[in-house]
């Protein structure tokens, strides 16, 4: 039936532990990826990228995973702290000229302390 | 540094008025970005200019809206006449090419 609106997926950690956050994407295309974290009543904010000639790259507590094969993307926060706690998005861009990300629904991460 | 910046942060109209967003992206990017997000549709791209010139308005919902970006520092959206339905939080974002985009913090528009 008709989504009344939209469901975010959850997940709940505790303070300390490792997040994955998960992200299934559907363009074959897609060769750059992106994921934000929003907070509420912010704009998303720019955690870390992928480009699809990498598998894995590493940042700051984060790490972002790409399977090509299965068209899958993922999120590692190491030591989950409650300023952690906000909703995760998921973007894909198709390549070439074409400049507009295509944004998943949204993960809501909550960390309990 | 700057990141982008939208005015106002919100606003409240009556249904009817116009409505103008505004937004000045990070001082070098050539693309932006205008999105709606509300809790039924999530986020919705509208429209993105580069280098100033509309290339993609096939999400601007109707002809009620309008956006332009008559210089590289500076755009608007713009509603007329708003209705309640338009009711949502706008972002503006910018990069440069094809590298990620940055977003303000929004402007959070009710009308009534």
């Known amino acids: 039936g008709e989504s009344v609106g939209l469901h975010l997926p959850t997940l709940s950690v505790q303070e300390g532990d490792n997040s994955i956050i998960n992200c299934a994407y559907s363009?074959?295309?897609?060769?750059?990826f992106i994921w934000y974290k929003q907070e509420s009543g912010k704009g998303p904010q720019f955690i870390i990228d992928i480009r699809s000639n990498m598998d894995k790259r590493q940042g700051q507590r984060v790490t972002v995973l790409l399977n090509k094969t299965v068209k899958h993307l993922s999120l590692q926060i190491a030591a989950t702290q409650p300023g952690d706690s906000a909703v995760y998005f998921c973007a894909e861009n198709s390549g070439g000229s074409n400049y507009k990300l295509t944004f998943g629904k949204g993960t809501l991460l909550t960390v309990n302390p | 540094d700057a990141g982008v910046i939208q005015s106002p942060r919100h606003e409240v109209t009556e249904m009817g008025q116009e409505v103008t967003l505004r937004c000045k992206p990070i001082?070098?990017?050539?693309?932006l970005f205008w999105y709606r997000q509300t809790m039924m549709r999530g986020l919705e791209l509208l429209i993105y200019?580069?280098?100033?010139?509309?290339?993609?308005d096939s999400g601007m919902p109707e002809d009620r809206f309008s956006a332009k970006m008559p210089n590289a520092s500076f755009s608007t959206l713009k509603i007329q006449p708003s209705e309640p339905r338009d009711s949502a939080v706008y972002f503006c974002a910018s990069t440069m090419d094809r590298g990620a985009q940055h977003f303000g913090d929004g402007t959070r528009l009710s009308i009534l």
């Open positions: 200019f580069n280098n100033n010139v509309p290339i993609d």
């Open positions: 001082s070098g990017h050539n693309s």
């Open positions: 363009n074959s295309a897609s060769d750059y």
